[in-house]
């Protein structure tokens, strides 16, 4: 957008798309400013998100171990809605973990005109210096234990192994922050504790972006579309948190991940439109 754009009189709105520090700092300068515009500004924004897969002991394993692979691992981890943190109750984690292990062996990684590669490099050495910074610190911290992967080469290109942590404490830096790399953070919880963790879940992260369920009974379903009502914009349940095709499903969340306009819907157009009531009177009093 840039000063030319925020400093015109005329700024009518912004749709913007990205990080949630530009976006905050774009509305910083239009607020600081705002007795100068013709009319007040519409700002509709959708930013970061720390996305989270959470599991119900009753969860469906093939299809949990595909979200959590896919949601967290395609294109790098490298989408606003991609999926860098999971719940798994105790009673089914080992079998996740052997599951998910296996999926993660089997993933190829390399350059994108090769077809058979799941997984590219990251965008650039920011990114990569960014995404490498939180692995070194999984790796230091008493309270992560790397799984698998963490290997990062920028040697040609800047590659970074897909990578699952698992967080012994539930609101670290890595179960909180957006990473936007191949990066899942997984907590463990005692299944007794499923309402006390969808809370936690609820609470640990300021964004809001996406998120999934996976249950294969009703009544925990319905509790997490509950409990989880303002944690998800686009909340999935039995399916991966990412792919939302707009025009088809709408997309945006809310807290930090944006103004939640919902982009691709109606009610991101009311957001750009000036309504006029018109009344005319034929008999005059």
């Not at 700092?25 to 009319?39: E, F, H, N």
């Not at 040697?155 to 897909?162: A, D, L």
Request: hydrophobic fraction near 40%.
């Amino acid at each position: 957008i840039g000063p030319p754009a925020l400093d015109d009189i005329s700024l009518g709105g912004i749709h913007f798309t990205g990080s949630t520090k530009v976006f905050s700092t774009i509305w910083l300068a239009v607020g600081s400013d705002i007795r100068k515009y013709i009319s007040y500004p519409r700002i509709v924004g959708e930013t970061g998100g720390k996305n989270f897969v959470f599991a119900h002991a009753s969860a469906e394993m093939g299809a949990l171990v595909t979200a959590l692979t896919r949601g967290s691992f395609e294109y790098q981890g490298q989408k606003c809605s991609a999926a860098s943190r999971a719940y798994i109750p105790d009673s089914i984690w080992p079998a996740v973990k052997e599951r998910l292990l296996g999926e993660i062996a089997e993933i190829r990684m390399g350059g994108v005109t090769d077809f058979r590669n799941f997984m590219g490099a990251v965008i650039d050495k920011s990114a990569f210096d960014n995404i490498s910074g939180y692995i070194d610190y999984a790796r230091s911290s008493p309270d992560m234990d790397v799984l698998v992967g963490g290997g990062c080469d920028d040697s040609e290109g800047y590659f970074i192994e897909p990578t699952v942590v698992l967080a012994k404490d539930p609101k670290c830096r890595l179960m909180s922050e957006e990473i936007f790399g191949p990066v899942l953070s997984v907590y463990v919880y005692p299944e007794g504790d499923y309402e006390r963790t969808l809370e936690l879940c609820d609470q640990t992260s300021p964004y809001a972006l996406t998120g999934a369920i996976f249950a294969v009974e009703r009544t925990p379903i319905v509790k997490a579309m509950n409990a989880l009502r303002h944690a998800a914009g686009n909340f999935y349940i039995n399916d991966k948190p990412t792919g939302a095709i707009v025009g088809q499903q709408p997309f945006g969340g809310s807290r930090a991940s944006g103004t939640n306009d919902k982009a691709g819907s109606s009610l991101n157009l009311v957001r750009w439109v000036s309504p006029r009531t018109i009344k005319e009177t034929f008999l005059p009093p």
